[in-house]
């Protein structure tokens, strides 16, 4: 079934894929529309890239953070003193 649908989605790229590369637009260079839509696309790359930046700066930061809680603990169980429990020997007899 999985084979079929890939199959038939492979069929229709492939005979549509002329149509793909026929964009008023983006054939003709020097044309107003295109010179237009340059600062657009620029805009939405460079919103992208802060969106993303924020999303990554996110967990820098958090990782950050937990290497500071990480270490503070550290250094609290270095400071508190260790309680030593009672050794019990249990002998089995058989």
Request: with cysteine; glycine share 10%.
């Amino acid at each position: 079934m999985k084979c079929g649908i890939f199959g038939s989605v492979g069929l229709l790229l492939a005979l549509t894929i002329d149509k793909a590369f026929s964009c008023g637009i983006c054939s003709v260079p020097n044309s107003p529309a295109t010179k237009g839509m340059l600062p657009a696309v620029l805009f939405l790359l460079g919103l992208l890239g802060l969106v993303f930046g924020l999303f990554i700066s996110f967990f820098i930061k958090m990782n950050r953070k937990e290497a500071a809680l990480e270490r503070e603990r550290q250094a609290e169980d270095a400071t508190k003193p260790q309680e030593t429990s009672p050794q019990f020997s249990v002998e089995r007899g058989i």
